[in-house]
């Protein structure tokens, strides 16, 4: 098959998205994940509209196809502590604003953790947070990504994310992103069993709203509920099965993002190998 192949990495975002843009196509990736903002959380810098519009020029001439926003990880919309809410909600809120400025991309978010007040009672602040954020008029598809289920995160089993998605009423503007890490340490055995866990993933969710996959190798082994990421190949997962993961049927014409631990020349690399490994 010579269908496009939408693969990419976890870029910098610091000098703008002209340069996150150059960095892109020299490495070969169609597609970018950058964070819209330092990890703390701290103030986003202004955005450029020449350089968006230079970015979105870049992107086109290019063939990149996706741009993939990933929020804050720290960010937590079921903390117990109010204003920790607040402020992981009005973040979103400004985080979706800008990305109108590069329409119909996705902004991936971890739903958070609910820190020792129960599973149930986290879902219901993350959606109750999400029905205030979301706009009808939002050209942006928000994921929830799936997580390792480490300590008190939500997001561990498919089943919870299922429950965020229904109690949103925008829900059409909701979907999820995998990440082959996460999956593999919360116990979905994509390794051994890749049919069934996509076949789960539909039961539960629905195969419609898996909109892109973080193709990451892990440290640590099956259901160890540990989230470390590893370079492609030198994990628990496994080349051979990140392979058939890139090469499903089901899953092949969505985005791959590495979040491996590499700088540029390992990512050039990882994206070469990945593309050799296409069929
Ligand atoms: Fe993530
Ligand atoms: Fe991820
Ligand atoms: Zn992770």
């Known amino acids: 098959m010579s269908d496009t192949f939408i693969i990419g990495c976890h870029l910098s975002f610091s000098k703008g998205f002209c340069a996150m843009g150059a960095d892109a196509v020299s490495i070969g990736a169609t597609a970018i994940q950058f964070f819209t903002r330092n ?3 701290g103030v986003a810098k202004a955005i450029d509209a020449d350089d968006v519009a230079a970015y979105n020029e870049l992107a086109a001439a290019n063939g990149i196809i996706t741009l993939l926003a990933h929020a804050s ?3 937590n919309l079921c903390s117990g502590d ?3 809410r607040k402020f992981a909600e009005e973040t979103m809120a400004d985080d979706l604003l800008r990305m109108e400025l ?3 991309q996705l902004y991936n ?4 953790s609910h820190v020792g007040q129960g599973i149930e009672a986290g879902i219901e602040l993350i959606s109750g947070a999400l029905n205030r954020i979301l706009t009808p008029e939002q050209t942006t598809t928000v994921l929830l990504e799936t997580m390792s289920g480490k300590g008190s995160e939500i997001g561990g089993k498919f089943e919870e994310l299922r429950d965020i998605i229904d109690r949103t009423e925008q829900n059409e503007k909701l979907g999820v992103c995998l990440d082959t890490c996460h999956v593999y340490d919360a116990g979905y055995d994509v390794v051994n069993d890749l049919d069934g866990v996509l076949a789960e993933f ?3 969710i629905g195969i419609r709203r898996l909109r892109a996959i973080h ?3 892990s440290k640590n082994p099956f259901g160890s509920h540990k989230d470390r990421h590893e370079k492609i190949g030198m994990g628990n997962l496994g080349v051979e099965a990140l392979a058939r993961i890139i090469n499903h049927p ?3 014409s969505l985005p791959f993002l590495l979040e491996t631990p590499n700088e540029l020349p390992g990512y050039a690399e990882e994206i070469a190998l990945l593309k050799k490994l296409r069929k």
Do not use: A
């Open 102 to 104: 590069t329409p119909h």
């Open 202 to 204: 539909d039961r539960v």
């Open 39 to 41: 990890p703390r959380g």
């Open 82 to 84: 109010k204003r920790i």
């Open 109 to 112: 978010f971890h739903p958070g």
């Open 73 to 75: 990880y720290t960010l």
């Open 215 to 217: 193709i990451n190798d």
């Open 250 to 252: 089901l899953l092949r």
